[in-house]
């Protein structure tokens, strides 16, 4: 069936880096997505969102890029802080408006 | 933004006990909420959506008589985790959308960490 997942389960940084997180999707439906952070032991928080007919959006810190060609989204946080370290999910949306989450990616910081 | 409340955060109850979760939408009324269970180091996985005011609609595999939802008013959802077992700890987080709201944003609740014993 289709699926979102992530390449990297794990990914560690040095305060001040800048941090990729990449999500491949399979739905080539999908028409919106949304990346989320989940602290240790809390509830998803959104970040960014992106829909199908951009190829990149920014925000504080955040930027999303989406390549429909590859089917491919990846979520860059410039200056990395601790306070970023969390697992980070990727979800798509296509005809139904629940979105669908990815295995996500647990983002360390090392200060 | 949009708030979303879960309460008890963290339960724990015995093998064979029932546990009900509650899930609110503070500031905004939701017509539909959503419950995910989440295990250790992996993703969200939708059990169930809750409809206000009709019968929840079940993701494939997620037993409707093992867990019973309620949305029984546009700010109240509850999850009631029926006889419960071991193999039912997990973290339930709850999620909502309503009118008037960017329906591509959903707001999560804080979840709720079940622990059976």
């Known amino acids: 069936g289709e699926s979102v997942g992530l390449h990297l389960p794990t990914l560690s940084v040095q305060e001040g880096d800048n941090s990729i997180i990449n999500c491949a999707y399979s739905?080539?439906?999908?028409?919106?997505f949304i990346w989320y952070k989940q602290e240790s032991g809390k509830g998803p928080q959104f970040i960014i969102d992106?829909?199908?007919?951009?190829d990149k959006r920014q925000g504080q810190r955040v930027t999303v890029l989406l390549n429909k060609t590859v089917k491919h989204l990846s979520l860059q946080i410039a200056a990395t802080q601790p306070g970023d370290s969390a697992v980070y999910f990727c979800?798509?949306?296509?005809?139904?408006?629940?979105?669908?989450f990815g295995r996500g990616t647990s983002l360390i910081v090392h200060p | 933004g949009a708030v979303v409340s879960q309460h008890p955060s963290r339960v724990i109850c015995k093998s064979g006990t029932s546990v009900k979760i509650e899930c609110r939408s503070l500031?905004?009324?939701?017509?539909?909420m959503f419950w995910y269970r989440q295990f250790p180091k992996q993703s969200l996985m939708l059990m169930a959506t809750?409809?206000?005011?009709?019968?929840?609609?079940?993701e494939q595999g997620v037993e409707k008589d093992k867990f019973l939802i309620n949305h029984a008013s546009l700010t109240l959802s509850t999850l009631t985790v029926t006889s419960a077992h071991p193999e039912d700890s997990s973290f339930y987080i709850c999620?909502?959308?309503?009118?008037?709201?960017?329906?591509?944003?959903?707001?999560f609740g804080e979840g709720s960490r079940l622990t059976v014993l």
């Open positions: 500031d905004f009324q939701a017509t539909t």
């Open positions: 992106i829909r199908s007919n951009m």
């Open positions: 809750s409809n206000e005011g009709s019968k929840a609609t079940y």
């Open positions: 999620s909502a959308r309503g009118p008037g709201i960017n329906t591509g944003e959903l707001f």
């Open positions: 979800a798509e949306k296509g005809g139904s408006y629940i979105p669908t």
């Open positions: 739905n080539s439906a999908s028409d919106y």
